[in-house]
Protein backbone atom coordinates (compact mmCIF):
# COMPACT_ATOMS: atom_id res chain seq x y z
CA UNK A 1 0.00 0.00 0.00
CA UNK A 2 3.06 2.30 0.76
CA UNK A 3 4.37 1.69 -3.24
CA UNK A 4 0.85 3.42 -4.12
CA UNK A 5 0.48 6.13 -2.11
CA UNK A 6 4.63 6.89 -3.08
CA UNK A 7 3.06 6.33 -6.86
CA UNK A 8 0.17 9.06 -6.12
CA UNK A 9 2.54 11.82 -4.31
CA UNK A 10 5.35 11.23 -7.11
CA UNK A 11 3.14 11.52 -10.28
CA UNK A 12 0.05 12.80 -9.19
CA UNK A 13 1.53 15.54 -6.82
CA UNK A 14 -0.87 14.61 -4.25
CA UNK A 15 0.14 15.05 -0.47
CA UNK A 16 0.15 11.93 1.72
CA UNK A 17 -3.55 12.55 3.13
CA UNK A 18 -5.10 12.44 -1.00
CA UNK A 19 -2.83 9.87 -1.35
CA UNK A 20 -3.93 7.80 1.14
CA UNK A 21 -7.56 7.92 0.63
CA UNK A 22 -7.00 7.04 -3.00
CA UNK A 23 -4.87 4.21 -2.51
CA UNK A 24 -7.92 2.95 0.02
CA UNK A 25 -10.74 3.58 -2.61
CA UNK A 26 -8.08 1.45 -5.22
CA UNK A 27 -7.98 -1.33 -2.44
CA UNK A 28 -11.12 -1.64 -1.31
CA UNK A 29 -12.97 -0.73 -5.01
CA UNK A 30 -10.39 -1.77 -7.27
CA UNK A 31 -10.01 1.10 -8.74
CA UNK A 32 -9.65 5.30 -7.98
CA UNK A 33 -9.43 8.44 -9.53
CA UNK A 34 -6.30 9.95 -9.55
CA UNK A 35 -6.92 13.67 -11.53
CA UNK A 36 -8.66 14.58 -14.94
CA UNK A 37 -6.19 15.66 -17.26
CA UNK A 38 -6.17 16.10 -21.20
CA UNK A 39 -5.11 13.55 -23.02
CA UNK A 40 -1.93 13.64 -23.73
CA UNK A 41 -0.50 14.24 -20.17
CA UNK A 42 -3.27 11.60 -18.56
CA UNK A 43 -1.56 9.07 -21.56
CA UNK A 44 2.16 10.09 -20.03
CA UNK A 45 1.71 9.67 -16.92
CA UNK A 46 0.12 5.94 -17.49
CA UNK A 47 3.20 5.61 -19.30
CA UNK A 48 5.20 6.91 -16.52
CA UNK A 49 3.68 5.32 -13.70
CA UNK A 50 2.93 1.19 -15.90
CA UNK A 51 6.77 1.93 -15.81
CA UNK A 52 7.42 2.77 -12.43
CA UNK A 53 5.69 -0.02 -11.49
CA UNK A 54 7.28 -2.65 -13.47
CA UNK A 55 10.59 -1.42 -12.48
CA UNK A 56 9.82 -1.71 -8.94
CA UNK A 57 8.23 -5.15 -9.54
CA UNK A 58 4.77 -4.59 -8.34
CA UNK A 59 1.44 -4.99 -10.30
CA UNK A 60 0.24 -1.47 -10.00
CA UNK A 61 -1.86 -0.66 -13.26
CA UNK A 62 -2.63 2.29 -14.35
CA UNK A 63 -5.75 2.91 -16.72
CA UNK A 64 -7.31 6.39 -18.29
CA UNK A 65 -10.75 6.13 -19.56
CA UNK A 66 -12.72 9.15 -20.85
CA UNK A 67 -15.47 11.21 -18.96
Known amino acids: ?3 VVEV ?4 FS ?8 IMLQ ?3 DGRGVCGVYPRDIAATKVE ?3 SFAR ?5 LACIMEEN
Open 1 to 3: MDF
Open 8 to 11: LERF
Open 14 to 21: LNREQATR
Open 26 to 28: VHN
Open 48 to 50: QVT
Open 55 to 59: QHQHP
